[in-house]
Nanobody, 126 residues
Framework: QVQLVESGGGLVQAGGSLRLSCASS????????MGWFRQAPGKERDFVAA????????AYADSVKGRFTISRDNAKNTVYLQMNSLKPEDTAVYYC???????????????????WGPGTQVTVSS
């Protein structure tokens, strides 16, 4: 069982930056690929970024490429999402997720992820 808790969300002006963190419980964190997803009001949950468990291969949604960076620290059981040049359309609840699926690059599919955090709100004002 993996428990995930996100932090670092908040209100920021367009063009600003935020760094989200996702802390995981358990001693097997390093064996899971990790992903970030987001869901805006009235919309489906969408893929944002993901990173594999060992090779650190990454994947990004086209809408965030060049602005967002995913990273992980297995010693701290934590995955990060550095978000720069934020836009109002980035406003959403951001979710951290874990999957035992070992593919490279990591999966971008919501249904591939087994464990989810409760989410953290990110609001970007114009």
């Amino acid at each position: 069982q993996v428990q995930l808790v996100e932090s670092g969300g908040g209100l920021v002006q367009a063009g600003g930056s935020l760094r989200l963190s996702c802390a995981s419980s358990g001693r097997t964190f390093s064996k899971y690929a990790m992903g970030w997803f987001r869901q805006a009001p009235g919309k489906e949950r969408d893929f944002v970024a993901a990173i594999t468990w060992s090779t650190y291969s990454t994947a990004y949604a086209d809408s965030v490429k060049g602005r967002f960076t995913i990273s992980r620290d297995n010693a701290k059981n934590t995955v990060y999402l550095q978000m720069n040049s934020l836009k109002p359309e980035d406003t959403a609840v951001y979710y951290c997720a874990a999957t035992s699926l070992r593919v490279s690059p990591p999966s971008v599919l919501v249904r591939a992820y087994d464990y989810w955090g409760p989410g953290t709100q990110v609001t970007v004002s114009s």
